[in-house]
């Protein structure tokens, strides 16, 4: 009897609509792959992430589907991101002390050890490192 062999490094993903209360499911997913990979102390950071970014998604872009996903791409370092396929590229504003919005990638940013994004011919993906501590 043969087993099948996992490939890549160990991941979750899964594909969403673009609706605000999508957000839960995504920081959910964040939140069983860090505990099951016993790194559930990054767990905080993880959902804050995801949930800026999910809302970017959703605010920044007209795409009807998001694709969540959470990797382990080293023993230290684990990657969250969000796909659409949308064109437009995150940046990261100057805001204001009276801004109520615009702070998200600051958030990102200062939660993460890197973020960043990938583009594709036919859209993106915009994701963030967290570090995993040594043990």
């Given at each position: 009897?043969?087993?099948?062999?996992?490939?890549?490094?160990?991941?979750?993903?899964?594909?969403?609509?673009?609706e605000p209360?999508?957000?839960?499911?995504?920081?959910?997913?964040?939140?069983?792959?860090?505990?099951?990979w016993?790194i559930?102390?990054?767990?905080?950071?993880?959902?804050?992430?995801?949930?800026?970014?999910?809302?970017?998604?959703?605010?920044?872009?007209?795409?009807?589907?998001?694709?969540?996903?959470?990797r382990?791409?080293?023993?230290?370092?684990?990657?969250?991101?969000?796909?659409?396929?949308?064109?437009?590229l995150?940046?990261?504003?100057r805001?204001?002390?009276?801004?109520?919005?615009?702070?998200?990638?600051?958030?990102?940013?200062?939660l993460s050890?890197r973020?960043?994004?990938?583009?594709?011919?036919w859209?993106?993906?915009?994701?963030?490192?967290?570090?995993?501590?040594?043990?």
């Amino acid at each position: 009897m043969t087993r099948p062999a996992a490939v890549g490094p160990p991941g979750y993903t899964e594909t969403l609509s673009c609706e605000p209360e999508m957000a839960r499911r995504a920081r959910r997913l964040v939140t069983v792959a860090l505990n099951t990979w016993g790194i559930g102390e990054l767990t905080d950071a993880g959902t804050l992430i995801v949930s800026e970014l999910v809302s970017n998604a959703i605010r920044h872009t007209s795409c009807r589907l998001i694709r969540v996903s959470v990797r382990r791409v080293t023993d230290d370092l684990v990657r969250i991101g969000v796909t659409d396929k949308s064109h437009a590229l995150p940046t990261m504003d100057r805001v204001a002390d009276g801004d109520e919005t615009g702070r998200g990638l600051a958030l990102v940013d200062g939660l993460s050890h890197r973020w960043g994004y990938d583009q594709m011919r036919w859209g993106k993906t915009v994701w963030a490192e967290l570090a995993v501590a040594a043990c």
